[in-house]
C-alpha cells in the first residue's frame, strides 16, 4: 500500500500488485508518496524507512508550434501552415516554439519545402 503525502484527504491509500522487486506504482499526481505496507502471497513485509518516500515530478509532454510571429495560413484539412510565397534569392524563416521535455532525439529535415519533425506527428 501506498499513499500521497502531500495531500492524504485528496488521495486515500492505493495498492498495488507488482511482479518483480522493480515494478511500477501508479502516481496520478505530482508529489511526495509513501510506501507503507508490503507483503508477498503469504506474509507482511517490513519497508526500509529510508526507501518509503519517493517524489513524482511531472515532465511535460513534448510540443512544437508555429511562432505567432510566424505569419502563416492554417489550411485544416491536411492540419499544415503554408507560408507566403518568397522570391528565389530571398532569405527567410520560420520560428518553431518547443515546449515540454524531450526524452528521445528530434530530427528536423527539411525536404520538398515542407518541415517535418521526427518521432512527433507532423505540426507543420
Same mark, same amino acid.
Given at each position: +500500500?501506498?499513499?500521497?503525502? *502531500?495531500?492524504?484527504?485528496?488521495?486515500?491509500?492505493?495498492?498495488?500488485?507488482?511482479? !518483480? #522487486?522493480?515494478?511500477? *506504482?501508479?502516481?496520478? %499526481? @505530482?508529489?511526495?508518496? %509513501? /510506501?507503507?505496507?508490503? +507483503?508477498?502471497?503469504?506474509? #507482511?513485509?517490513?519497508?526500509? @524507512?529510508?526507501?518509503?518516500?519517493?517524489?513524482? =515530478?511531472?515532465?511535460?509532454?513534448?510540443?512544437? $508550434?508555429?511562432? @505567432?510571429? !510566424?505569419?502563416?495560413?492554417?489550411? $485544416?484539412?491536411?492540419?499544415?501552415?503554408?507560408? !507566403?510565397?518568397?522570391?528565389?534569392?530571398?532569405?527567410?524563416?520560420?520560428? *518553431? %516554439?518547443?515546449?515540454? =521535455?524531450? /526524452?528521445?532525439?528530434? $530530427?528536423?529535415?527539411?525536404? =520538398?519545402?515542407? *518541415? $517535418?519533425?521526427? #518521432?512527433? @506527428?507532423?505540426? /507543420?
Amino acid at each position: +500500500m501506498y499513499r500521497h503525502i *502531500l495531500a492524504p484527504d485528496r488521495f486515500q491509500g492505493y495498492t498495488a500488485t507488482v511482479s !518483480s #522487486p522493480n515494478g511500477h *506504482l501508479e502516481a496520478t %499526481e @505530482p508529489g511526495l508518496y %509513501e /510506501i507503507s505496507s508490503v +507483503m508477498d502471497a503469504q506474509c #507482511p513485509g517490513t519497508i526500509n @524507512p529510508e526507501g518509503a518516500i519517493y517524489r513524482v =515530478d511531472w515532465v511535460p509532454r513534448p510540443s512544437a $508550434r508555429l511562432s @505567432p510571429s !510566424s505569419e502563416a495560413t492554417y489550411e $485544416r484539412h491536411n492540419r499544415s501552415h503554408v507560408l !507566403s510565397p518568397v522570391c528565389e534569392g530571398i532569405d527567410d524563416h520560420v520560428d *518553431l %516554439e518547443l515546449t515540454g =521535455d524531450l /526524452i528521445c532525439p528530434l $530530427r528536423i529535415t527539411l525536404a =520538398d519545402f515542407s *518541415l $517535418r519533425t521526427s #518521432p512527433f @506527428p507532423d505540426y /507543420i
